[in-house]
T-cell receptor, first 115, second 113 residues
Framework: EAGVTQFPSHSVIEKGQTVTLRCDPISGHDNLYWYRRVMGKEIKFLLHFVKESKQDESGMPNNRFLAERTGGTYSTLKVQPAELEDSGVYFC?????????????FGPGTRLLVL | DQQVKQNSPSLSVQEGRISILNCDYTNSMFDYFLWYKKYPAEGPTFLISISSIKDKNEDGRFTVFLNKSAKHLSLHIVPSQPGDSAVYFCAASPALGNEKLTFGTGTRLTIIP
């Protein structure tokens, strides 16, 4: 079974440009999460989808970030316009919709560098 | 304000010995704790977890201990193997539903052959 996949693996853009990150969760996983790790710091929660609905978006930094999950399958995270402080590794994770300690499975991440 | 803290950024241990990684938390609402392992250029991989109703959980070479009164948990790896060299993240969530994980900054473990 395929794991969580993310595209692109790396992105280098200039300040002010737009970047769209994509995440394909494990098939059948209703829960999808976005996290971000800025250099050397902790991995921080951004938001959580249950199917196509945003369950919790309390971690989104500001309105330059827009996440979507049309049809409850893959998700995109758009940053527009990108700022220098948006640089970091963006991880996507997914888990089954179920009660009780479902493990979150992480993708390899997208490394974003804003110059 | 960091709610999950891993105060040791790095740790080196001889192969075959015990590795002990520590984690402290401040939020009393955390009820479920996890350890993730991360290799370079890969995403974090779930290793082991513990709920607040337990004080110990063991899985093969890995054991997690939880001290709720001290708001402290630790991961013991014994015996340590070269393949254990990675960054280890401690994470916590307020409920068993495992949503919205709060992570520490990670500890880089190096196993010396």
């Amino acid at each position: 079974e395929a794991g969580v996949t993310q595209f692109p693996s790396h992105s280098v853009i200039e300040k002010g440009q737009t970047v769209t990150l994509r995440c394909d969760p494990i098939s059948g996983h209703d829960n999808l999460y976005w996290y971000r790790r800025v250099m050397g710091k902790e991995i921080k929660f951004l938001l959580h989808f249950v199917k196509e609905s945003k369950q919790d978006e309390s971690g989104m930094p500001n309105n330059r970030f827009l996440a979507e999950r049309t049809g409850g399958t893959y998700s995109t995270l758009k940053v527009q316009p990108a700022e220098l402080e948006d640089s970091g590794v963006y991880f996507c994770a997914s888990s089954l919709w179920n009660a009780g300690g479902e493990t979150q499975y992480f993708g390899p991440g997208t490394r974003l560098l804003v110059l | 304000d960091q709610q999950v803290k891993q105060n040791s950024p790095s740790l080196s241990v001889q192969e075959g010995r015990i590795s002990i990684l520590n984690c402290d938390y401040t939020n009393s609402m955390f009820d479920y704790f996890l350890w993730y392992k991360k290799y370079p250029a890969e995403g974090p991989t779930f290793l082991i977890s513990i709920s607040s109703i337990k004080d110990k959980n063991e899985d093969g070479r890995f054991t997690v201990f939880l001290n709720k009164s001290a708001k402290h948990l630790s991961l013991h790896i014994v015996p340590s193997q070269p393949g254990d060299s990675a960054v280890y993240f401690c994470a916590a969530s307020p409920a068993l539903g495992n949503e919205k994980l709060t992570f520490g900054t990670g500890t880089r473990l190096t196993i010396i052959p």
